[in-house]
């Protein structure tokens, strides 16, 4: 059942029992029980003020880096993907750009503004929330990197702004004060040129589709890099491309891709992970940790 509800105040729509598999890029995951669209920074913050303080709480971006269990999620999820899509420029080399815009159209308008720093989020399949949270990284850039202040709301519903030295910023992790979120990111990029940031963004999503799997549902790297080597050369090392449960298959393409090539369950997909996570470290000694978010409740315990 997907019950929709219209709040009066806050407004916003309510859902419940939403099926997650709609919202994250492996096509998996069982039903949030609550799914809350808000319509303005206002009803979102009075949304939170009113929840109760024990109610777990869930932002989602793309859902493009999430392993949502089969059971679902518990509390509510917070969808930033429809309000907080606003990119602007706030004076010569500075961006806003709020939490549920796109990282590829962040790059895009980058370019268009002649600033350089922002192409490498172009092949990112996520938001500038999810970006921020996972500080996102490709191709030798980073978010945080380009990141001057942040906006953020906490449970009560309050704004704040924040700074990069408010968090602990690490590689594709990002923490910071408990129990608040991000709404926006203010980034500082370099004069450039639009004409070598195009080609360059191009020549980034032409690299992407030569060595990734981009047309099949998967949450981009699955490990995080160990220091010093790739979990993609380990997993391939370890004779495991093409390794299968389910509807879950170790990419081909790229060893540290784990594709859903259609009916997969999450519970096949975290299966795979862990017998991934174990042949390597038996086989090379190096224990994998998940750059993948998994969340959630196993089916049995929904
Ligand atoms: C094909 C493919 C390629 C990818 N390539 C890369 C890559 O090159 N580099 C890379 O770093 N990642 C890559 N990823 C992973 C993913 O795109 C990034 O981690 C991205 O930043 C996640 O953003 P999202 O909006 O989808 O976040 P979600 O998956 O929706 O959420 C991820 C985490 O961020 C949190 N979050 C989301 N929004 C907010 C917010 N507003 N405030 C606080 N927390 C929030 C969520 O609660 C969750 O913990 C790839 C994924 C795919 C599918």
Excluded at 193 to 216: A, F, M, N, V
Excluded at 250 to 271: L, M, P, Q, R, Y
Aim: with cysteine.
């Amino acid at each position: 059942m997907n019950a929709v509800v219209e709040p009066s105040v806050p407004r916003g729509r309510l859902r419940r029992n939403e099926p997650m598999a709609r919202h994250t890029s492996w096509r998996v995951g069982g039903p949030a029980q609550k799914f809350y669209e808000p319509v303005s920074v206002v009803d979102l913050a009075a949304f939170l003020a009113e929840l109760p303080v024990d109610e777990p709480l869930f932002w989602l971006g793309l859902g493009s880096n999430l392993l949502v269990r089969d059971g679902g999620l518990p509390g509510t999820v917070i969808v930033t993907t429809g309000l907080l899509n606003t990119v602007e420029r706030l004076d010569a080399k500075r961006l806003r750009a709020e939490a549920g815009v796109a990282c590829a159209k962040v790059a895009r308008f980058a370019a268009r503004a002649a600033l350089t720093g922002a192409e490498f989020l172009a092949g990112i399949p996520g938001t500038m929330g999810g970006a921020l949270a996972m500080n996102a990284g490709a191709f030798g850039g980073e978010t945080w990197n380009v990141v001057e202040r942040v906006e953020t709301l906490d449970r009560a519903g309050q704004h704040r702004e924040r700074l990069p030295a408010d968090y602990r910023i690490g590689y594709r992790q990002a923490s910071g004060p408990a129990d608040e979120w991000f709404i926006a990111a203010h980034l500082r990029l370099e004069s450039g040129d639009t004409g070598e940031s195009s080609r360059r963004i191009r020549e980034l999503l032409k690299r992407r589709s030569d060595t990734q799997p981009t047309g099949q549902a998967s949450c981009g790297s699955v490990f995080r890099n160990p220091p010093g080597d790739y979990a993609a050369r380990l997993i391939e090392a370890s004779g495991l491309k093409g390794r299968r449960i389910g509807g879950a298959c170790v990419s081909e393409k790229h060893a540290n891709f784990i594709v859903n090539t259609g009916g997969a369950t999450a519970a096949d997909i975290e299966s795979l992970i862990r017998e991934v996570a174990a042949t390597v470290e038996r086989v090379h000694g190096v224990r994998l940790a998940p750059e993948v978010n998994i969340v959630g409740r196993p089916a049995d315990d929904a």
